[in-house]
């Protein structure tokens, strides 16, 4: 195995541990009994923050490769955005299985009367789609275009999961403020980036 | 270069099992910590108050465990998060302390806390509290019946509401040095709602005397309205004519109204009020009309349109 290899191999799993990580202080602290008085609300509001987190984080490989020229990252991007649907989907598990107990009722009128919530779900739906073709084999399928398509998805979730933080809060707006910053440098970034350069402008000019 | 290079294959096929495990997990760390084992803190340390009455009114149902009472506030002066109070309000003084009656009253005063604590009997009140947030408790207050503190002001016939307000001092409330609300905190009661014998200026709790990030050392409880209305370390009461502005409302309107009579019909617009979770336990259950006071404060607001008097 090459050097370049090994150190690849080694920065997977230090990504992957740092993914698990969240959710095993969720259980730790539920050992030891440090989720507090309100412990399904606690562990919803972790479980949306870390969503948000990897969701932001999948993001920055592209714009760190549009700033930078790093492209290093990229190679861990895929598996950031599957632990941001993890946490996502566990937000959601919660929130239906847990918090409301499968009351429907309940829940589908949530979804259609409470704007952060349907903004929430949204979210999520949108993810599905990028977390069940995040397969190499997707790609092919897909063709690389159109699979790069669709996964431009995720800024667009990620605008709606920002949204629904803010949209949650009663008055203590820091932390959403800092995820929408953040987000906006990220899509302004890739927004700057997605313009040709300047040799592709004109071989498309000549094109024409 | 292959995927398997980055990606171990053995863990490719494994995604919906790992969320399986994951949904696994977090209800049983639901479980787990509803179940809560025993904790140390959970006995008041603060000096017994002496002379505790037992009040009319308490409930029967399971008291929430002091430790829970006292690390679950929402408490902005101390910092937003639910366990930002405990965590920083320590260092806060509630000796010595004065509180100013003044307004529409024939004996407007400034009253030392002790003194103020001689007024009236100092009773136990076990009641429910309802937060706004769709959370409730079940909590055993010890204080004195306002009520009864207003008839010995005296108020004049000009008195129709009653106006509270909450120290003002960023150096000992570190949540103050941030806008997230206007400062000090402000809130109101009808004059009727703040003489019924329900209404309590609350001194302690769990027989002790009452820890800072309760609202030490003197706090509004008004058990039929949504927690927000219950004022913490309150300075001054006013009596004035008009409704006078109050914190949340002012915050936002919409949302948060003056009278914020706990209500399962009229929904917050973000969430349903239908609901509410007890605190420590895991289904939610039905809100009450009133918190389930309805029979000792109903004809309050006969004739209200409560949807618009939210």
């Not at chain 1, 299985?97 to 903004?119: L, P, S």
């Not at chain 2, 270069?1 to 053995?10: A, E, G």
Request: proline share 7%; net charge positive; glycine share 8%.
């Amino acid at each position: 195995m090459s050097a370049a290899t090994s150190w690849r191999r080694r920065t997977w799993v230090a990504v992957f541990v740092a993914g698990c990580l969240p959710a095993a202080l969720i259980g730790f602290d539920a050992l030891r009994g440090g989720l507090g008085a309100n412990p399904i609300a606690e562990i919803l509001n972790r479980l949306g923050f870390w969503a948000l987190t990897f969701l932001l984080a999948s993001l920055a490989p592209t714009a760190l490769k549009i700033a930078l020229g790093w492209t290093e990252l990229a190679r861990y991007r895929r598996m950031v955005g599957l632990f941001a649907f993890f946490y996502a989907f566990l937000h959601f598990a919660t929130y239906l299985g847990v918090d409301q107990f499968f009351d429907w009722g309940a829940i589908g009128a949530d979804i259609v009367k409470r704007k952060f919530i349907t903004i929430g779900f949204l979210a999520f739906l949108l993810l599905v789609p990028l977390a069940v073709t995040s397969t190499g084999r997707w790609v092919r399928r897909l063709g690389f275009a159109r699979w790069k398509r669709l996964h431009r998805l995720s800024y667009f979730a990620a605008l709606c999961g920002v949204v629904h933080f803010v949209w949650r809060v009663k008055a203590d707006l820091r932390q959403p403020l800092v995820f929408a910053a953040i987000l906006a440098v990220l899509l302004l970034v890739r927004l700057v980036g997605a313009r040709p350069s300047p040799e592709r402008r004109r071989a498309l000019a000549q094109a024409d | 270069m292959k995927d398997d290079v980055v990606t171990p294959r053995v863990l490719y096929f494994r995604r919906r099992e790992f969320l399986a495990l994951g949904a696994g997990s977090v209800v049983t760390a639901a479980g787990l910590s509803l179940a809560r084992p025993a904790r140390a803190a959970d006995e008041p340390s603060l000096p017994l108050l002496p002379n505790v009455k037992k009040g009319p009114f308490a409930t029967d149902e399971a008291q929430t465990p002091y430790t829970d009472v006292t690390h679950y506030n929402n408490y902005y002066e101390f910092g937003t998060g639910k366990g930002d109070p405990a965590a920083s309000a320590g260092a806060f003084p509630p000796r010595p302390w004065k509180v100013t009656f003044d307004g529409e009253i024939g004996k407007p005063q400034t009253v030392e806390i002790d003194e103020l604590m001689k007024w009236a009997p100092i009773e136990e009140r076990i009641y429910r509290m309802r937060c706004v947030e769709a959370w409730s408790m079940v909590i055993p207050w010890v204080g004195m019946p306002l009520g009864e503190i207003i008839r010995r002001l005296e108020p004049t016939p000009k008195a129709k509401y009653v106006a509270f307000t909450g120290l003002f001092d960023p150096q000992k409330m570190p949540g103050q040095r941030l806008g997230v609300l206007a400062w000090p905190y402000v809130e109101g009661l009808r004059l009727d709602e703040a003489t019924h014998p329900l209404t309590l200026l609350a001194v302690g709790l769990y027989g002790h005397v009452l820890p800072n990030q309760n609202g030490a050392p003197l706090r509004l409880v008004v058990p039929w309205k949504y927690g927000f209305k219950g004022i913490k370390a309150i300075t001054k009461v006013r009596f004035v004519e008009k409704q006078p502005p109050t914190t949340w409302s002012r915050m936002a309107s919409d949302e948060y109204g003056f009278y914020a009579n706990v209500n399962p019909e009229v929904d917050h617009p973000r969430w349903s009020q239908a609901r509410e979770r007890r605190i420590g336990e895991f289904f939610k259950r039905k809100t009450l009309l009133f918190n389930g006071y309805a029979d000792q404060v109903a004809q309050l607001y006969a004739g209200m349109d409560l949807k618009k008097f939210y």
